[in-house]
């Protein structure tokens, strides 16, 4: 069974643009949270999609946003960049939202 | 509140000895309770996870942890360190606490593991 997948797997962007970032979760899968990883943060949950509503959101200010799909894969957008923006975003998926997260490879994330 | 604590941000071990990363957990609710590791620039692979089967959990790569509910606890242990286990791990708790109404799925800060020759 193929994992999560993320794409791009690196990007690199300059001050005040904005970027889409996707997932495809494990087949069968309806749940898709994602994180920003950092090294000064660590890992911090973004939001969480199930069955294409948002059900939970951390602290992130409204520049980030996403969404997904009725077949489940999500996208997260960040617009206005800003170079604290530069991080590791990983997102996961689970069967449901009570059950274990499989994690994809992640997007690295630059902004210049 | 739901909190997890890694006790130790780095350890150090030679290979061939034992590894023991410590995690406490508060909930107010059961738990899940999951292990995580993380290769430079790769991410998370499930090591592990509890739920509330039995306390002794076996992972894959040698990993085990148990579950120690007296004592809040859920370290990872594994007899026999190699040199491929030389990554960043990550202790989470799952919990539903059902003021809250949804999920809530709580990361430790991360124990890197530095693997000795």
């Known amino acids: 069974k193929a994992g999560v997948t993320q794409t791009p797997r690196y990007l690199i962007k300059t001050r005040g643009q904005q970027v889409t970032l996707s997932c495809s979760p494990i087949s069968g899968h309806r749940s898709v949270s994602w994180y920003q990883q950092t090294p000064g943060q660590g890992l911090q949950f973004l939001f969480e999609y199930f069955s294409e509503t948002q059900r939970n959101k951390g602290n992130f200010p409204g520049r980030f946003s996403g969404r997904q799909f009725s077949n489940s894969r999500s996208e997260m957008n960040v617009s206005t960049l800003e170079l604290g923006d530069s991080a590791l975003y990983l997102c996961?998926?689970?069967?449901?939202?009570?059950?274990?997260?499989?994690f994809g490879p992640g997007t690295r994330l630059t902004v210049l | 509140a739901q909190s997890v604590t890694q006790l130790d941000s780095h350890v150090s071990v030679s290979e061939g000895t034992p590894v023991l990363l410590r995690c406490n957990y508060s909930?107010?609710?059961?738990?899940?309770l999951f292990w995580y590791v993380q290769h430079p620039n790769k991410g998370l692979q499930l090591l592990l996870k509890y739920t509330s089967a039995a306390t002794l959990v076996k992972g894959i790569n040698g990993f085990e942890a148990e579950f120690k509910k007296s004592e809040t606890s859920f370290h990872l242990t594994k007899p026999s360190a190699h040199m491929s286990d030389a990554a960043e791990y990550f202790c989470?708790?799952?919990?539903?606490?059902?003021?809250?109404?949804?999920?809530?799925?709580?990361f430790g800060t991360g124990t890197r593991l530095k693997v000795l020759a």
């Open positions: 989470v708790v799952s919990v539903f606490p059902p003021t809250s109404g949804t999920y809530k799925y709580i």
């Open positions: 909930s107010s609710y059961s738990p899940s």
């Open positions: 996961a998926s689970s069967l449901m939202r009570e059950t274990e997260q499989f």
